[in-house]
């Protein structure tokens, strides 16, 4: 049997191909509820609404971030079958061929290269039309895509009033915001209509796709709630008993950046020291579980517009949302198929900046930063007037790490999690540097008589001094955690998995990771089908 303490993104993938085999028995753990029947989380335009502060979020919060002026700051975590991958929102990035050529440089297995995990986006990948049939020539390139995969995939489903302008701008200003037809190619830089994983107008999380109907009818695929600890796998049932599990084959721990280190040091699989302190006996000493802990610093550039057509509209009329509710109820179309974004940006700072700094990508065709365009403000809290646009800015290869730790010796208590945040300078730069080209793609004529004047403390931003400011009092998290567990080679000191996972991903994508870890989860599936031969 193979246990699973994880019904999250990557896990239900495991559960899944490793399930393919009838000979397999299979059991997934999710401490979250199920996600059936909730429409928060169907609906692709709620996605802001289900974190933080509801049932689906573990409801984390960071320790003072001095990157940030020392505030402390939701840490969004899916608890929820299908994990963060039913929370988040839906964008859909591969990141650069680069990035998947650096894991496989880093760990010394050419398993991990671009060209290699081509065979596992096809794998993951169910590309859909959207819902509203719209001629997308030009706005993906299908040579790229997988149309037989598991997990749906698709373009916007509902026009948004501000794509021509977004078009326009970026054949204006050219260079750094040219347009890409498909920044899923392995070639990211420029600009490119939003993919997200969405299919009938619905999210298409990994418990929709890889934990479907069909696949939960398999008898020897079992999913059951609880809280999944470690040694075999102790859990918490339904009724507040402890239980206890034996895998007889492996125990596949797959529950993201901040559960898997944290159950890992639960078990005394860390720093022997550390586990000490806080009573916890060691068992294997391991310094790097919780360690190198990577994020993406995220920040709203906003600017009033002077149109009512914004989603600000559709937040802040009550009766207008319930009509799109009852569309998307009866049949699944509208303003509701869609994520809160229209276009993203891939850029790279300029070479002057870079100028006696390592460089911290992967490759000079991977970008440093990425920019949102959102038809109005994006994140909560939303505001209860006014109509805008929202420039997202998000440092893609930070250069800060944090770490995660025990806050105790009670598995139940949050852990200790520090991102590190604009921690060093050159984030701070990079960060400062995103800002700029949002104000300088605002500026471009295509948004003549649009938009207004930016706003929100943007518009005090006027040298690198109060960018730096805005950014300090503003930015937090995308949650896009990575490292906590990381890949080095085999035989090497530091790290916590060797490249077959077992344990013992080093660098977050230049991409939200979400198709990194689609893709992690299905070699990882062939990698334990490899070594547990029928």
Not at 64 to 83: M, S
Not at 217 to 240: K, Q, T, Y
Not at 302 to 316: A, H, K, M, R, Y
Request: proline share 8%; with cysteine.
């Amino acid at each position: 049997m193979y246990c699973n303490p994880s019904g999250g993104t990557a896990g239900n993938v495991v559960a899944n191909r490793l399930s393919e085999n009838p000979k397999n028995k299979v059991l997934v753990l999710e401490a979250g509820p199920s996600d059936a029947g909730e429409i928060s989380i169907q609906v692709p335009f709620f996605c802001p609404r289900l974190s933080p502060g509801t049932p689906f979020d573990w409801n984390y919060t960071t320790t003072a971030q001095p990157g940030l002026g020392n505030r402390a700051i939701p840490y969004p975590r899916g608890h929820v079958l299908g994990g963060s991958s039913s929370i988040n929102y839906l964008l859909y990035t591969r990141g650069s061929a680069e990035d998947y050529d650096r894991y496989a440089n880093v760990t010394g297995d050419q398993g991990w290269s671009w060209n290699n995990m081509q065979q596992y986006f096809r794998k993951n990948e169910k590309f859909t039309p959207p819902v509203d049939g719209h001629n997308i020539t030009g706005q993906f390139d299908p040579r790229v895509h997988s149309f037989n995969g598991i997990n749906s995939v698709t373009l916007a489903g509902f026009p948004s009033p501000i794509d021509g302008r977004v078009i326009n701008a970026s054949k204006e200003l050219g260079g750094d915001f040219k347009f890409n037809l498909d920044y899923n190619s392995g070639s990211e830089l420029g600009l490119g209509w939003v993919q997200m994983t969405a299919g009938g107008g619905k999210r298409s999380s990994s418990s929709v796709s890889y934990l479907g109907p069909s696949f939960l009818a398999r008898p020897n695929l079992h999913v059951v709630d609880g809280l999944p600890i470690f040694s075999g796998v102790e859990f918490r049932s339904e009724n507040g008993s402890l239980m206890q599990l034996t895998a007889s084959k492996e125990v596949i721990l797959s529950a993201g950046s901040v559960g898997s280190p944290h159950i890992l040091l639960n078990s005394g699989i860390g720093e022997t020291e550390a586990l000490k302190s806080v009573g916890v006996t060691p068992l294997v000493d391991l310094p790097d579980v919780g360690e190198n802990l990577s994020d993406h610093p995220f920040g709203v550039a906003p600017f009033i517009v002077s149109s009512n057509n914004t989603i600000d509209t559709l937040n802040e009329n009550s009766g207008l949302l319930d009509r799109a509710l009852q569309l998307w109820k009866n049949k699944k179309m509208g303003p509701l198929v869609d994520t809160v974004a229209t276009h993203l940006m891939f850029l790279r700072l300029d070479k002057s900046i870079l100028r006696g700094n390592p460089d911290p990508t992967p490759g000079p065709n991977s970008p440093h930063y990425e920019l949102i365009v959102a038809n109005g403000i994006p994140i909560p809290p939303f505001p209860s007037t006014g109509n805008f646009i929202g420039g997202g800015a998000v440092v893609l290869n930070p250069t800060s790490r944090g770490s995660l730790k025990l806050k105790s010796s009670n598995p139940f208590d949050a852990p200790i999690i520090d991102p590190g945040l604009l921690k060093t300078e050159f984030d701070r730069v990079v960060m400062r540097e995103a800002v700029k080209s949002i104000k300088k793609f605002y500026a471009a004529s295509a948004w003549a008589g649009y938009v207004v004047a930016p706003t929100d403390g943007l518009e005090n931003a006027v040298d690198d001094a109060s960018i730096d400011k805005f950014n300090q009092d503003t930015v937090q998290t995308i949650f896009h955690p990575v490292g906590t567990a990381s890949m080095s080679p085999k035989g090497a000191k530091g790290g916590v998995v060797d490249p077959d996972l077992r344990v013992k991903k080093p660098f977050v994508p230049s991409a939200h990771p979400q198709a990194a870890v689609y893709v992690t989860g299905e070699r990882a599936a062939d990698l334990i089908k490899a070594a547990y031969p029928q």
